[in-house]
């Protein structure tokens, strides 16, 4: 029979599981205490959250919140590393400690938006920019037509100006 502190944190787990659209399965083995501090800091301070979780009990979560893809990928001491708000910054910086503490920090994979996807696609997610670096570029693509559309206006409106200015200095003279 279960305890109840495993069915509390069955029903964290499954909490976060449903509340995440992005998350990445990481083998830590190998990693001292200070690094997975350091690691732990780096998450709390983006405003993301990594858990070391029992694989029994991840796996019990992960059936009751829908994600069956997650179940198979949880073996070994294994992490979850939870992003949220549609942001793939929870893949970024899981691929840069994988660079970093490479072989002893192992990506297994990950969930976006409720599609799981293997560890080789991680690079292709990191690799995304973020949703204000598009929204930044959209506004720069979209502003760019109507400055160009105001500056030649306005150049018109000399052309304009200095054709006037010729007529009435040739009204002028005759």
Known sequence: MP????QERVAFIKEKLEQTE???????RGLNANEMVEIRQRF????????????SLARIAAKEAGVNEVVNHIAGPIGI????DGSTLVFRICEEYRKKYNPRYVLRGGVYEREFFGPDQLSYYAALPS???????????LSGPMRMLAMVLQAKIRELAVVLRAIGSVKEES
């Open 44 to 55: 709390s301070k983006e405003g993301l959250e990594f858990y070391i979780v029992k694989n």
């Open 131 to 141: 949703r204000e670096e598009l929204l930044a570029t959209l506004a720069n693509r």
């Open 22 to 28: 992005a998350l990445v399965l990481v083998d830590y």
């Open 3 to 6: 305890t109840k502190a495993k």
């Open 81 to 84: 590393a939870f992003g949220y």
